[in-house]
Every structure is written in structure tokens, then in C-alpha cells.
């Protein structure tokens, strides 16, 4: 009898607390960030066990920040068998960054990772998804610092971030082709690409809808998805922040007591791997240090 192997997904978290989001910039002064109560420890590790129960293998994109704060965690996602990569050291955003502060950051956090894991880190996404047509520079560099992968680029037309012009699927950019540029997932309808792939429109979507669109990037077009959620995500019990706009508090509270279930249901029905596992050769995988 033939057993149908599922496609494999990646799965990614983006490992940043509530009050480290973009969106939050105005209202949040990063000085004041160590006086806040701190949520991202306790949220990782469910999403650990989580994914230890469904047996499930993601990237852990890591602020510098974090690894900092709680080592113990950054060596929880090694030893559970968890890819880490790195989401810069703060949460700067690249179109607030000179090339050259965007080259002292990578190091930056990647020292950091690096050291306090012993994983190799050759993976990286921009805070906010700001790589983007103006800033494709950022490509250059991440790989002359040696970086294999980069999933920074969000081929969707929106108020804050996304280059709409950018290939759907995983590709070598003209100006850096050492470089593997992962985008996050979307589908085209209507000539016009819809998010798919995780965050606010995931909280946002009836599941339903989610799972219609993985399967037909899965099934028709026969490509890999990308699935990214935060730790905030799972957490309706977090500070609420007062003075944000409709807009903000709309998107970043939206169904915040339903994203554990809906992810339960995400990681049951498909099949889910690392970044590197999913899109990566075996010549692409250097050795661990």
C-alpha cells in the first residue's frame, strides 16, 4: 500500500516580547525596555512544548536582546533539536540602519547567539521584514558576513513593510547569488499577493482559510510554505498597552486568545521542519562549531 507523504513546511518563531514589536516604537522607549515585566521566557517555553508534543522542528529567529537576558532558554532550543538564527540584536529595523550599523548589529547578535548555544548561525531575518527595493544592500553584506539564508523579504504590498515585486519562492538575489533569499509564504490571486504566512493575518483569517492556502501552495504548486508567529501571540494575558491607535491595537491584540488552538491545528494538519532542513542542501549546511 503507498502512504502519501505530506509536504514539508518551515516553521518559524520570531523570538521577540510584547513590547519589542515595531509598532510599539513610539510608545516604548528601548532604555525602558529592562523595567517592563518580561514575558518572553515563559512564552517561548510553551511554544516548546508544544512543539515537543506534536514533534515538531522550527527556526528560532533570537534578538541578541533575549539571548542575553535568558541564556538558559537560547540553550533549551538547541538541546530540544530547534535551529537558531538571528533576528538582529533589538529589533532595529534595516531602513532605520546605515550599512554600516547594519554590519556591527549582524555581528553583534550573531556573537552572542553563536556563543551562547554553540549552534552555528547562518540564518537571519530583518526586524519588521525591512529588506525591502530600497535596501537591497542589506543582502550584500549579510553575505559577505557569511550568512547562508536570509527570510527578510515579504513579497506583499503593505502600509509597514513588502516588496509586492519580489519572487513569491525561495531565490538568489542578483546582487548577492551566495545568498538564498526565503520569502515569506503568499498566494496569488486576482495578480495580487495575499499574506499567508503567519502573524496578524493568521490571528485575523478563520483557520479554514489558512488551511486551504497551504495546501494549494503544498499541492498545485508543489512549493515548500513558510508559517511565522511570535511568542506574544499565544500570551492574551499580556500588558495592554495604553495610547495606541485603533489601527495597532486592533492588529496586535486581534484574537490573541484563540492563537494557541489555531497553531495546535497548524502543526497537526501539516508537516513542519527548520529552515534549513526544508530549503537548504546538504553542501549549503556548514558544520556546527
Known sequence: MNVAIKPVNAMTVDVEDYFQVSAFERH???????????????????????????????????????????????????ADGHELASHGYQHTRVTEQTPDQFREDLRLSRNILEDTSG??????????????????????????EGFVYSSSIYPVKHDLYGMPDAPRFAYRPANAPGLLEIPITTLNLLQRNIPCGGGGFFRLYPYSLSKWA???????????????????EIDPEQPRREGLSFKTRFRHYLNLG??????????????????????LTQSDRPHQP
Open 214 to 232: 497551504y495546501r494549494y501552495i503544498n499541492n498545485y504548486e508543489k512549493q515548500p510554505g513558510i508559517f511565522y508567529f511570535h511568542p506574544w
Open 119 to 144: 549552534q552555528a548561525v547562518i540564518g537571519y531575518r530583518a526586524a519588521s521584514y525591512s529588506i525591502g527595493a530600497n535596501n537591497l544592500w542589506a543582502l550584500e553584506i549579510l553575505q559577505e
Open 258 to 279: 484563540k492563537m494557541h488552538h489555531r497553531l495546535d491545528n497548524l502543526l497537526s494538519d501539516f508537516a513542519w521542519d527548520t529552515m534549513r532542513n526544508v530549503f
Open 28 to 78: 516604548i522607549a528601548r532604555d525602558q525596555w529592562d523595567n517592563l515585566p518580561h514575558r518572553v521566557e515563559q512564552n517561548t517555553s510553551r511554544i516548546l512544548d508544544l512543539f515537543e508534543q506534536r514533534q515538531v522542528k522550527a527556526t528560532f529567529f533570537t534578538l541578541g536582546w533575549v539571548a542575553e537576558r535568558y541564556p538558559e532558554l537560547i540553550r533549551r532550543i538547541v
